[in-house]
């Protein structure tokens, strides 16, 4: 029994995928903050902003298609 089989299971899962999409918003914001240093000519913490913004992005549009996934199959009716 998966945790998307109940009602319950699916508030759970897009409520995780919310709490989890908005930490890593706040990521990507702390990281663009970081990532204006480039042009201060601090490469350092420009580069750890430019990881920062890509990689929360990246978790961002993760998160996006793992709930385009589990409402298709669940829309389907498989298990």
């Known amino acids: 029994m998966t945790a998307t089989d109940s009602k ?4 759970a ?9 908005t930490l890593l ?3 990507a914001i702390l ?3 970081l ?10 913490w420009g580069g750890v902003g430019l990881l920062l913004f890509v990689g929360a992005g990246y978790g961002i549009i993760a ?4 709930g385009y996934d589990e409402g298709r199959d669940v ?4 298990q």
């Open 8 to 11: 319950t299971g699916q508030f």
């Open 31 to 33: 990281g663009f903050g």
């Open 63 to 66: 998160l996006f298609l793992e």
């Open 75 to 78: 829309s389907r009716g498989e």
């Open 13 to 21: 899962s897009t409520l995780q995928r919310g709490i989890l999409g």
């Open 35 to 44: 990532l204006r240093e480039l042009a201060t000519g601090n490469l350092l």
């Open 25 to 27: 918003g706040i990521v």
